[in-house]
């Protein structure tokens, strides 16, 4: 592939990913208006917010699997044309039902791009370039997440809340183009091992009473989820362990450094999290910060961990990944701290400082965590290793939002994501022995 054509490549296939945040957040700005539309009360609209991030979760894991067994590119194109009739679909639903509805279909289209985007990029890119293109990649999905609600409220003004949807159409036609006629068919197809079907049900479950969890209102509610997640839990691995080709192969945690790099991202993802839930908390609560002002000065942190993912990756090019890793952990405990003073000093700049050098120090290292997940796999299964990634992301955002339902204290808590900082930092010593990455094959065995 020439250096031209792998750049359009690149353009089109993270600019499909970048629409999947962006996707995520735009819409929260629209609830008002899709629950006018509809005549219905802001609750019963907050369902559209909440499937696309269940399905989001539900869908990754699988979609990494589906893209080694089937081909990267051609379970993307799929993604696109999912995520495409069901922008148009929500454009055009007549009720709220019809809207959740095509709402799922756009979340499984997403959830199909993001793993196997993650895949085609190694695939295809140099090793030397690998981590300043992952770095771009995470750069775009921070700042999509941070930008969509600005850019649903501008939609909204100049047109209505459908405009949010519709603005889909044209980017995606472009992103399936680019997967068309950019993407070369590289992959070995392994059609001769089905997707297990069994166990993608029972994962399915698991992740969506695991998320289910996190917003249970009573004690009961708690017991039967609970009950129910480690019971799926246990079916899922019970029936992986017995087929040829599972969902999560579990032989890749084999390698240590698969292991702590998907353990660092559940790590910094939890981190990341509880600024993003608690802060507004505490802005308005214990420093008399307007909504509109502490939606601003949380967009610092935002926007600041996006920009520090891409410096990141450039790191990255120059150091091993667990240097990286480690600065980033060793840093995050510091600004840390900072957040332990907030409340006391009541001040405004000094706010705005520890929410940059916190969203500084918690981007860079993602790319890190990203390339030393990837290095450890072979480049057969670098969907699953991305989807494995994606769900080890995501549950550190459900272990954050459940922990601040039960702490009130929030020293307490910026105590509890000092230790995880701390222990962070400790997992990034740990990704090499005998200074040599473990990479586990296709076939799950680690080199003697």
């Known amino acids: ?52 991030l269940i399905v989001m979760a539900v869908t990754q894991p699988i979609a990494g699997k589906l893209g080694d067994i089937y081909g990267n590119r051609k379970i993307y194109i799929i993604g696109i044309l999912l995520f495409f009739a069901a922008s148009i679909g929500c454009g055009l639903a007549p009720n709220i039902n019809m809207l959740v509805a095509f709402r799922s279909l756009q979340a499984i289209g997403g959830g199909l791009l993001i793993p196997n985007v993650v895949a085609l990029i190694r695939q295809t890119v140099s090793h030397g370039r690998l981590p300043g293109v992952l770095g771009f990649f995470g750069l775009g999905m921070g700042l999509g997440a941070a930008v969509g609600p600005l850019i649903g409220s501008f939609l909204i003004a100049v047109a209505s809340w459908k405009a949010i949807f519709w603005v889909n159409v044209p980017f995606l036609l472009g992103a399936l183009a ?117 939606g601003a000065l949380l967009s610092l942190f935002s926007i600041s961990m996006a920009v520090s993912n891409m410096i990141g990756g450039q790191l990255n090019r120059r150091y091993a990944s667990e240097k990286v890793i480690f600065l980033s952990f060793a840093i995050t405990v510091l600004t840390n701290l900072l957040f332990l003073f907030v409340i006391q000093t009541q001040s405004l700049l ?21 390339v030393a997940s990837l290095e450890a796999v072979d480049e057969s299964v670098s969907g699953s290793a991305s989807g494995i990634f994606s769900t080890f992301r995501y549950f550190g955002s459900i272990i954050s939002s459940t922990l601040i339902g039960i702490i009130a204290n929030y020293s307490i808590l910026f105590g509890i994501l000092i230790v995880a900082a701390l222990l962070g930092a400790i997992l990034s010593r740990m990704v090499y022995r005998n200074g040599k990455k473990l990479r586990v094959d296709k076939d799950g065995v680690l080199p003697r």
């Open 1 to 52: 592939m020439s250096r031209q054509k792998e750049y359009l490549m690149i353009v089109f296939t993270l600019m499909a990913a970048f629409l999947v945040p962006i996707n995520s957040t735009m819409i929260s700005i629209a609830l008002g208006s899709i629950s006018d539309f509809y005549g219905l009360d802001i609750h019963s609209a907050t369902l559209v917010v909440t499937i696309y």
């Open 350 to 370: 000094y706010l705005a400082f520890t929410l940059i050098v916190n969203g500084l120090a918690i981007g860079l290292g993602l790319t890190s965590m990203q």
């Open 178 to 294: 680019g997967g068309v006629f950019l993407i070369p068919k590289l992959q070995k197809k392994n059609a001769r091992q089905p997707l297990d079907v069994i166990g993608s049900f029972y994962l399915a479950v698991t992740i969506t009473l695991l998320i289910t969890l996190t917003h249970a209102e009573s004690t009961t509610m708690y017991i039967v989820l609970g009950i129910g997640s480690l019971l799926f839990m246990g079916l899922f691995v019970r029936k992986e362990r017995s087929v040829p080709s599972p969902i999560i192969d579990f032989s890749l945690f084999k390698s240590p450094v698969f292991v702590n790099a998907n353990l660092s991202v559940l790590i910094n993802n939890f981190t990341m999290y509880a600024i993003l839930l608690v802060m507004p908390l505490i802005m308005t609560t214990k420093m008399d910060i307007s909504t509109s002002m502490s």
